[in-house]
C-alpha cells in the first residue's frame, strides 16, 4: 500500500490518502467477515496481514506482556515486597493529572489489599509545582517512611531522589517521560523509554506501566491475575486514554478492556463522578471520547486549579455518601476551570492577533494573571487555531519566573527543544507532542526568539499545513449501514488509531440548508454513481453556501451511524472538502 503524498489542499488543510489495495482487502473480509470500509481501515492502520489484524480486531488480556520484562522489574519488585513483609511505611508519589492520579490510586488500592502500610501523596500544582518537590520527601521521612515510591513522575528527580535516599529511604522510580542523558540514582528505574529496555511496547502511560508492575506483583504473591485485572483495568483504562498515549498494541487492550470494566464499576468514587457528568447510567457504556471529554477533564480540574488530593481521594474513597460529596465539589471545580480556560484563551489570542505572533514558527505567549492550571489546554487550543508550535506561560509571582505549557505540531519535539536549550530554561521536559517548562522573567523574549529560529531549522512552510490521513478514497455505494456499523470494531478510537477519515471524489451538492443559527450546514451530496448520502458541516455553512448547489467537490469526511427518532441511518460528517476548481 503506498500513499500519495499530496493528495489535495483545501483552504483548511492538505490530505494524505492511502491507495487501496482490494485484493488484500478481500482477503480481510473474508477471513474476518469485515465490511469493505473496515478492511480498508485495517490496511491503512498497517493491518494488512490476517495474523496483524486478528490480534488488533480480537485482542484479550492474555496479551498482556510479561511485567517482568519492565526494565529493573526484578529490583522494583524486591524492594515492594520487601517493604510489604517487613510492615515498613511505603510513601506514594504521584502526579496532578489524571495519568498521575489514576497511577497513585492503582498503587494505593493495590498495595493496601497486600496489607501493605502505605501514604499515597499527590502534589498540590500551584504549592509544589510539576514533579517531585523537596516537601514532599521531608514529609515522607517525618512520616518514618522507608520506601519511596513515585509514579508518573521522577525520571528527571535526580536532586530529590538523592535526598530520599541520604533520609534513609529506599527509592523505585515509576514514570513513562522521556529520558534525558542520565537517569537518578535509584534502586529501581521502571520506564519502558529507557534504551536498555526489553520491554516490547514503549508507550504505556504512568497508570499502565503501575498496572503492569502490579500486576507482576500479584503472581509473585501468589494471587489471582484475573481478578487483579477486573479490579483495577478501568483505573488504568482512565489513565491511558485521558494521557492520549497511542492506542495501539498494550494500551488498545488496557483501554478496550478496560472501558468494559469502567462501565461495569463498583468503585464509588468512579460511580458518583459519572453521575454527576450524566453519563454511565444502567446498559449505557461508558465510551473512550467520555473518557477524554467527560471524565478526564473533571478529574484534571481538582489537580489544575485547586488541589489534586480531591481526585485521588475520590478514586480510593470506599464510602459512597463521602463519594458524591467529593464528586459534587469537583463537579464546582470544572465549572470554574471551564470560566478560566476560556479567559485565558480569549487573551492569549488577542496577544497572537495583536502582536503578529501566528506568522512565528513557535508562539509564545504569557499573562502575570493566568492560571497555571489551564495554560496547557489553552495552549492547545493555540495550536487547533494557528497550526503553530505553542507555549504558554503564566508568571509566577512567589518564584519571580514564568511557567509554561507548550503543544505541538507534527515534526517538532517540544521535549528536545527545551532539552536543547539548557541555558535557557530553569527546568522542564515531557513528550514530544506535550511538555512543560520553567524559566526566568527576563528571558522571555530571549526563549521566543531562539524557538523561532531553532524551528526555523526543523520546520518548513508545509509543516504549518494540518495534515489528514484519509483510510480510502470510497464510493458512496459502499457507506451501507452495516458497513459504517462494523467500524465500530476499530474501536476504541484515540491517539495513533484515530476514527476514520475517508475521502469522496467528485461528489455534487444537491441541496444544502443551513441551521437556524447559520453556522453549521445539512447537505444532500450525490457521487457520480448516482448514489446519495447526508452529510453534516459543523461550522462551515459559510463556505459550503459560497460553494453553492450543483458544485463539484471533493470531500473528506467521517461516516457515523445517526439514530432520530427511533430511526436509523448514515449521516457523512464533513470535515474539509474544496471545490474542484480550487483542487
Not at 67 to 74: G, I, M, S
Not at 294 to 314: K, T
Not at 407 to 433: T, V
Request: glycine share 8%.
Amino acid at each position: 500500500m503506498t500513499v500519495t503524498p499530496t493528495y489535495a489542499i483545501s483552504p483548511l488543510s492538505r490530505w494524505l490518502v492511502k491507495t487501496r489495495d482490494y485484493d488484500a482487502e478481500a482477503i480481510l473480509r473474508t477471513t474476518f467477515g469485515v465490511s469493505s470500509l473496515t478492511a480498508a481501515a485495517l490496511m491503512g492502520r498497517g493491518f494488512a496481514s490476517p495474523e496483524r489484524a486478528q490480534r488488533f480486531l480480537n485482542p484479550t488480556t492474555d496479551d498482556l506482556y510479561d511485567p517482568r520484562l519492565l526494565p529493573d522489574y526484578t529490583s522494583a519488585a524486591s524492594a515492594i515486597r520487601g517493604a510489604i513483609e517487613r510492615k515498613e511505611l511505603i510513601f506514594v508519589h504521584g502526579d496532578y493529572d489524571v495519568d498521575g492520579v489514576t497511577s497513585a490510586a492503582i498503587f494505593d488500592r493495590f498495595l493496601k489489599l497486600v496489607g501493605a502500610n502505605v501514604i499515597t501523596h499527590v502534589p498540590h500544582r500551584m504549592k509544589e509545582g510539576y514533579g517531585i518537590h523537596l516537601s514532599a520527601v521531608q514529609a515522607a521521612k517525618d512520616a518514618g517512611a522507608k520506601l519511596f515510591l513515585t509514579c508518573d513522575c521522577g525520571v528527571s528527580a535526580h536532586e530529590q531522589v538523592m535526598a530520599a535516599h541520604e533520609a534513609g529511604m529506599v527509592v523505585v522510580v515509576t514514570d513513562h517521560h522521556s529520558i534525558g542523558l542520565k537517569i537518578p540514582e535509584a534502586a529501581a528505574i521502571v520506564n519502558p523509554h529507557r534504551s536498555d529496555s526489553e520491554y516490547p511496547f514503549d508507550e504505556l502511560c504512568g497508570a499502565g506501566v503501575v498496572f503492569k508492575l502490579c500486576l507482576g506483583l500479584t503472581a509473585e504473591l501468589g494471587m489471582n491475575s484475573k481478578s487483579f485485572i477486573d479490579a483495577f483495568l478501568d483505573l488504568a483504562a482512565l489513565g491511558t486514554i485521558a494521557d492520549i498515549v497511542p492506542l495501539i498494541d498494550e494500551n488498545r487492550i488496557i483501554a478496550k478492556f478496560g472501558l468494559e470494566r469502567l462501565s461495569a464499576t463498583k468503585k464509588v468514587g468512579l460511580r458518583a463522578l459519572f453521575d454527576q457528568a450524566g453519563i454511565g447510567q444502567p446498559g449505557a457504556p461508558i465510551t473512550a471520547r467520555q473518557v477524554g471529554f467527560q471524565i478526564g477533564p473533571r478529574l484534571n480540574a481538582a489537580g489544575r486549579i485547586d488541589d489534586s488530593a480531591r481526585a485521588l481521594q475520590l478514586l480510593i474513597e470506599r464510602d459512597p455518601v463521602n463519594a458524591t460529596q467529593i464528586a459534587i465539589e469537583i463537579e464546582g471545580i470544572n465549572q470554574a476551570r471551564r470560566a478560566e480556560q476560556t479567559r485565558v484563551t480569549e487573551l492569549a489570542q488577542a496577544i497572537v492577533e495583536r502582536e503578529g505572533l501566528a506568522q512565528r514558527n513557535v508562539i509564545l505567549v504569557g499573562g502575570h494573571d493566568w492560571h497555571p492550571g489551564v495554560i496547557g489546554i489553552v495552549a492547545s487550543r493555540i495550536v487547533e487555531v494557528y497550526k503553530r508550535p505553542t507555549f504558554v506561560a503564566a508568571f509566577n509571582e512567589g518564584s519571580g519566573t514564568w511557567k509554561s505549557s507548550a503543544r505541538s505540531i507534527p515534526g517538532f519535539n517540544l521535549a528536545q527543544a527545551i532539552r536543547d536549550h539548557p541555558h535557557l530554561f530553569l527546568g522542564g521536559g515531557g513528550h514530544a507532542a506535550a511538555a512543560g517548562c520553567e524559566f526566568a522573567a527576563d528571558r522571555f523574549d530571549d526563549i521566543a526568539n531562539a524557538l523561532h529560529e531553532y524551528a526555523a531549522s526543523r520546520l518548513s512552510p508545509d509543516d504549518f499545513i494540518p495534515s489528514v490521513q484519509a483510510i480510502a478514497e470510497v464510493d458512496f455505494a459502499e457507506l451501507t449501514m452495516k458497513a459504517v456499523n462494523d467500524l465500530s470494531r476499530l474501536e476504541p478510537f484515540g491517539q495513533a488509531n484515530p476514527e476514520p477519515y475517508f475521502v469522496a471524489r467528485r461528489v455534487s451538492i444537491a441541496q444544502m440548508t443551513p441551521t437556524k443559527t447559520g453556522e453549521h450546514v445539512r447537505l444532500l451530496l450525490r457521487d457520480p454513481g448516482g448514489t446519495t448520502q447526508t452529510a453534516m458541516g459543523f461550522g462551515m455553512a459559510e463556505r459550503v453556501l459560497a460553494a453553492g448547489v450543483g458544485a463539484k467537490i471533493d470531500l473528506l469526511f467521517q461516516a457515523q451511524v445517526d439514530e432520530w427518532n427511533g430511526t436509523r441511518s448514515v449521516k457523512l460528517i464533513l470535515k474539509d472538502f474544496g471545490t474542484i476548481a480550487e483542487l
